[in-house]
């Protein structure tokens, strides 16, 4: 057993869309921050935020307005 603490995130640079934890799979665990700093370093997809971890992000990375949309992504991880 690894603890991967910081590199956790780098295994979606490798193609997986969850994790498997503690006999759970999770991906709503995900901090809504750190999904917002995967997409600004393009390690995952706008649509991957959205569909996969239920962050709704608004703005974008190339002017730096890329921004949590608290709201819509309380409202999206609620409906699951």
């Given at each position: 057993?690894?603890?991967?603490?910081?590199?956790?995130?780098?295994?979606?640079?490798?193609?997986a869309?969850?994790?498997?934890?503690g006999?759970?799979?999770?991906?709503?665990?995900?901090?809504?921050?750190a999904?917002l700093?995967?997409?600004?370093?393009?390690?995952?997809?706008?649509?991957?935020?959205e569909?996969?971890?239920?962050v709704v992000?608004?703005?974008?990375?190339?002017?730096?307005?890329?921004?949590?949309?608290?709201?819509?992504?309380?409202?999206?991880?609620?409906g699951?």
């Open positions: 057993e690894h603890n991967l603490g910081e590199e956790q995130s780098r295994i979606f640079e490798a193609g869309s969850a994790m498997l934890i006999n759970y799979l999770t991906t709503l665990g995900r901090e809504p921050e999904v700093e995967d997409v600004a370093e393009k390690f995952v997809t706008r649509a991957t935020a569909e996969v971890y239920g992000l608004t703005g974008n990375a190339e002017d730096g307005s890329l921004a949590i949309d608290g709201d819509a992504t309380r409202e999206r991880r609620a699951r």
